[in-house]
């Protein structure tokens, strides 16, 4: 009876020491979270000269997201094969030399290369950085070690737009990807005097159809599914919230202080949701579900007329999705080889970031040909649908991984 507690206490114990050492992949995390809001959402201002027209700003914005989108598998894949650690310096060297390169030149063919070169370097060191702290904590305390990044990403997605703001307003988008260059480059160099390494493990052949088999499995697709649902609709609330804020008569500070208060739940809730789940007081399945359920609610909130519907919309979205991201990713660690988590995390992150695109597109097609309310309401039907279909992955994996 008393051995039990004895080794679950160490493994705490274990998971403490190496979330000392995790840090800097926290870091990393809050990096590609700060540049990607950071800049995203001061391109279009006034001290922004270098973007002049809207289909510039699309551009610049698709650009980056594309990037990820084709490379994170890959670079996941490659962390597999050469160990996380290079792959996780890599990026953070490229984005700080792809940072360095507009502040500066300065001119704008040189803010394309340079938001390309953001993004393929993002798509390196986030996989790995997530493989990396699945392979430096014990099982046991997964939870915990993917709600600290998740928090400390969602510190950079809540930070980004306001830091970045300030420092266009002090001297433009140069600044602004200059003090990117620095973070990137001191994160590097934490990565490199604290992570230790993590040498890649010997892995069994893998076909294509092997490669195929694994994405598909209920284990793989029920997190991932949760995972782009959240993602959809958070990306949804902070496009459209403000919209909704505008037309409800809240002032831009006000409006831009909801949508805070979305990024700040997630960020407060995912430590919370992952402790939960290490002391065995939440399953995947019941938080997936639980997540998915308040984020559906949040959408459905957000239809509702005047400030009480955007706020309640924003602080339900938050929850869900702070619930939903620490649970998804400690899933996936738990029903993935270790030799192959690179890969995992890198599938995984490309479901994201189609969530993550589909999320406003789906909001906006609704409310193009209907109303905005209308579109809210069709993502979160879409959201409330995927209960029944995660609820029947979990029941197939569920002799695969008893117990979470």
């Known amino acids: 009876m008393t051995g039990t507690p004895t080794a679950r206490e160490g493994a705490r114990h274990d998971g403490e020491t190496a979330a000392a050492r995790m840090w800097p992949l926290y870091a990393a995390g809050f990096t590609t979270a ?105 099982a046991a305390t997964h939870g915990r070690a993917f709600g600290s990044y998740g928090f400390c990403k969602s510190i950079g997605y809540t930070a980004g ?53 694994r994405l598909a499995d209920s284990a793989f697709l029920g997190p991932t599914g949760a995972l782009a649902a959240a993602t959809a609709a958070l990306s949804a609330g902070v496009g459209f919230l403000p919209v909704s804020g505008a037309a409800a008569g809240l002032g831009t500070i006000t409006t831009g202080a909801a949508v805070s208060v979305l990024a700040l739940c997630a960020a407060v809730v995912q430590p919370r949701a992952g402790r939960a789940l290490d002391a065995e007081r939440l399953t995947v399945r019941t938080g997936l579900a639980a997540g998915l359920a308040v984020t559906a609610a949040g959408l459905a909130a957000a239809t509702l007329p005047g400030p009480a519907g955007v706020l309640l919309a924003a602080a339900l979205i938050g929850t869900g999705t702070g619930v939903i991201t620490p649970l998804g990713f400690a899933a996936l660690a738990a029903a993935t080889p270790a030799e192959r988590l690179g890969q995992t995390m890198g599938a995984a992150e490309l479901g994201r970031e189609l969530g993550d695109a589909g999320g406003p597109l789906i909001v906006g097609a609704v409310a193009a040909t209907a109303t905005l309310t209308c579109g809210y309401a069709a993502l979160a039907i879409l959201l409330a649908a995927g209960l029944p279909l995660l609820a029947l992955a979990h029941r197939t994996a569920a002799s695969r991984s008893p117990g979470r």
Not at 56 to 79: I, N, Q, R, T
């Open 34 to 138: 700060f540049g990607a809001h950071g800049i995203a959402a001061n391109l279009g201002g006034r001290s922004a000269d270098a973007v002049r027209s809207l289909l510039v700003l699309g551009g610049l914005l698709a650009l980056y997201d594309a990037a990820e989108v084709l490379l994170k598998p890959v670079f996941g894949s490659l962390a597999d094969r050469v160990g996380t650690r290079p792959v996780i310096l890599g990026g953070l060297v490229a984005f700080a030399l792809a940072s360095a390169a507009y502040a500066v030149a300065g001119s704008p063919p040189w803010l394309w290369a340079a938001r390309l070169g953001q993004g393929a370097a993002a798509s390196a060191f986030s996989p790995a950085a997530s493989a990396t702290v699945a392979r430096l904590t014990p």
């Open 161 to 213: 737009p306001l830091l970045g703001g300030v420092l266009v307003w002090a001297g433009g988008l140069r600044l602004l990807f200059g003090v990117l260059a620095v973070l990137g480059t001191a994160v590097a160099l934490w990565v490199a005097a604290a992570v230790p390494r993590v040498p890649p493990l010997p892995r069994r052949r893998q076909t294509l159809l092997d490669l195929a088999r």
